[in-house]
C-alpha cells in the first residue's frame, strides 16, 4: 500500500500535461533551522534543515502544484548520560498561491502553500557502548509561506517559513533562506 501511496505522491509532484496547463520549472533551495516541536522537541535539539522545491505546473496565474524533499538533523542532545539525535526526510506535495506586489516600486511575489506528505524519522539513543537505532515512516502535512524578491530574469531571493507536523508527537517550525531559479 506504501508503494502505490509513494507512486501517486510522485505523479502529484511530477504531473502529466493531462493535469495541468502550463510547466513552470521553478526550481528552489532552501536552507534553515528546524526548531522541534510537540513530545519529541523536549528531547532534541533544533537542527539544520535543507530543502528542495520543484513548482511543475502552473494551474492559473495564481495556483501552481510542486513539491518539497525536506532533511532536517538535530545535534546530539545529552539527557541523563543518554545521548539523542533525530533526522527527519519528507516528499510533500503541495499546492501553492503566490501573487506579485509592488512595495514602493520594487517588485516582490508572496506566496501561501499547503501539502500532504510522507516523513521518514530516524532517532538514535546511545548509553555508554549500547546503541539503539528506530526509523518510522509517517503521513503528515505542511503549511507555509514567504516572501520572494527578484534579483534579475531568472532568480528570486527570499524568505521562507514551515510548519511540518510529521507525527503525532514531532512537528517542526522552520523559518529558511529560499533561492528560486526559473528554467
Known amino acids: 500500500m506504501k508503494k502505490v501511496i509513494i507512486a501517486l505522491m510522485v505523479l502529484g509532484v511530477c504531473g502529466t500535461s ?3 496547463g502550463e510547466m513552470q ?3 528552489s533551495l532552501l536552507l534553515g533551522y528546524a526548531m522541534p516541536g510537540g513530545d519529541v522537541g523536549d528531547t532534541v535539539d533544533g537542527g539544520i534543515a535543507f530543502g528542495f522545491d520543484y513548482d511543475g505546473y502552473k494551474l492559473n496565474d495564481m495556483w501552481s502544484i510542486g513539491g518539497t524533499f525536506l532533511y532536517t538533523s538535530s545535534p546530539e542532545k545529552t539527557i541523563d548520560s543518554v545521548d539523542y539525535t533525530l533526522s527527519t526526510w519528507g516528499l510533500t506535495p503541495y499546492a ?3 501573487k ?3 512595495l514602493g ?3 516582490a511575489t508572496v506566496f501561501g502553500l499547503a501539502g500532504l506528505g510522507l516523513y521518514g524519522v530516524t532517532a538514535e539513543a546511545t548509553a555508554g557502548s549500547v546503541s539503539v537505532e528506530a526509523s518510522d515512516s509517517e503521513f503528515g502535512f505542511n503549511l507555509g509561506g514567504g516572501i520572494m524578491f527578484p ?3 531568472k532568480m528570486k531571493l527570499g524568505a521562507d517559513l514551515r510548519y511540518h507536523l510529521v507525527a503525532s508527537d514531532l ?3 522552520i ?3 529560499k533561492f528560486t531559479y526559473s528554467f
Open 18 to 20: 493531462v493535469f495541468a
Open 25 to 27: 520549472k521553478e526550481g
Open 96 to 98: 501553492k498561491y503566490s
Open 100 to 102: 506579485e506586489i509592488d
Open 105 to 107: 516600486g520594487k517588485k
Open 151 to 153: 534579483m534579475g530574469d
Open 171 to 173: 512537528s517542526y517550525f
Open 175 to 177: 523559518p529558511a533562506v
